[in-house]
């Protein structure tokens, strides 16, 4: 141990060097550690100061850890300890040299014989595997082909029959308005021999429904009420379809006269004639003269025949059905 004399001495309270602070550490005399000075420096590092026990001395320690934590730390690094203990003293301390030496077995030709027959039989049956699976492909595949042709059979099974019934109900109709056109055809060469004979000087009598009608007239009447249930199309000139001028067009040219075309001109060819003073045979209209949009023949009995539309079609109607605007005579 050194006794000194320190005039100036570094702080040391606290246990660390911090710098000069001559009010704690100017004392007479200090009691130093003879490793506390630097080689050539009599400036003491650390100075023991003379302190009393109730002095309170702030401390720079780390805070204590948890117990738990402590002793969680303390048993993981017992625990590793151990192991590495017990492992180290369970092996052996020197291992001994191999002196004992282990015969293999010898592959003899009837062994590898066998080995070969025992690859054979597993390609063997690896074959018949993929065999047997090629034949179920086969198979399924020729299944779905069947039932998709047994479709495709049906499917024209059923659209041959709708084919041979829509043929069949096409024929019937073909058939009825064949009969209904040889009736009308015979209807037309009654009435012209009817029309004949009054020009010859002889008197027709018309159908009941109707006034008595003579010569052109008569033949105009017969031509139009023959036409009855024929269709309506938008410029149809017959002889099963027919709009309203082209029916007038058509019943006026068997009395040999021409008419226009259109309704407009027709309603403008021949006389103006009081709606109260028709005669059969002339040509009703509706719409102003010149402008018509519609036209058909009175035929007498206060009753006409039209191609109305499309809907009715050619139709026999009282005049009250739908009463005309206007009337021209032409015969």
Known sequence: MITGLMMVARFARYGVNKGAQKADSQIPNVTVSQHTFLDGTPTALIALVPMSHTAHIPSHRKPRQRASKSALRAGVAGGVLSTIAVAGAAGPAQAEPVTQTIEMPTITSGFSTAVAASAQATQQVALDLET??????AAEK????????????????????????????RAEAEAKERAERASRTSERTTLSASSGSSDSGSSASAPSSSSNVSG?????VAFAKAQVGDAYVPGGTGPN???CSGLTQAAYRTA?????????????FGTQVSLDNLQPGDILYWGSAGSAYHVAIYIGGGEFVGAQNSNTGTVQRSLDYDRPTGAVRVL
Do not use: N
């Open 216 to 220: 052109s007239a008569a033949s105009i």
């Open 142 to 169: 020729a299944a779905k082909t069947a039932k998709k042709a047994h479709a495709e059979a049906v499917r024209k099974a059923e659209a041959k029959k709708k084919a041979e019934a829509a043929a069949k109900a």
């Open 256 to 268: 040999g006269i021409d008419l226009p075309r259109v309704s407009q001109s027709q309603s403008t």
């Open 132 to 137: 047997q699976a090629d034949e179920d492909a």
């Open 241 to 243: 379809s027919w709009d």
